[in-house]
Nanobody, 124 residues
Framework: QVQLVESGGGLVQAGGSLRLSCAASGRTDSNYAVGWFRQRPGKERKFVAAINWSGDDTYYHDSVKGRFTISRDNAKNTVYLQMSSLEPEDTAGYYC?????????????????WGQGTQVTVSS
């Protein structure tokens, strides 16, 4: 079992930056890929970015390429999502997810463990 806790969300003006953190606890000794997803009210959850267990393979949704960076510090059991040049369209609840995998899952159903989410609101 892996428990995930997100933090770092908040209110920011358009063009600003935020860094989200996803802290893992429990069985963190295995090779877990981690993904970030986001969900707007009344909408389905959508893929944002993902990283493999070693941190040398990453994937991004086209809408965030060049603005968001996913990284991880395995010594701290934490994955980060650095978000820059934020737009009002980035407003959503952000969720991290983990899966024991050697590849990088990008689909919601491929992830077993989920955090409770952190809200990001970008004002125009």
């Amino acid at each position: 079992q892996v428990q995930l806790v997100e933090s770092g969300g908040g209110l920011v003006q358009a063009g600003g930056s935020l860094r989200l953190s996803c802290a893992a606890s429990g069985r963190t000794d295995s090779n877990y890929a981690v993904g970030w997803f986001r969900q707007r009210p009344g909408k389905e959850r959508k893929f944002v970015a993902a990283i493999n267990w070693s941190g040398d393979d990453t994937y991004y949704h086209d809408s965030v390429k060049g603005r968001f960076t996913i990284s991880r510090d395995n010594a701290k059991n934490t994955v980060y999502l650095q978000m820059s040049s934020l737009e009002p369209e980035d407003t959503a609840g952000y969720y991290c997810a983990a899966e024991l995998a050697l590849f990088v899952p990008v689909l919601e159903y491929q992830y077993t463990y989920w955090g409770q989410g952190t809200q990001v609101t970008v004002s125009s």
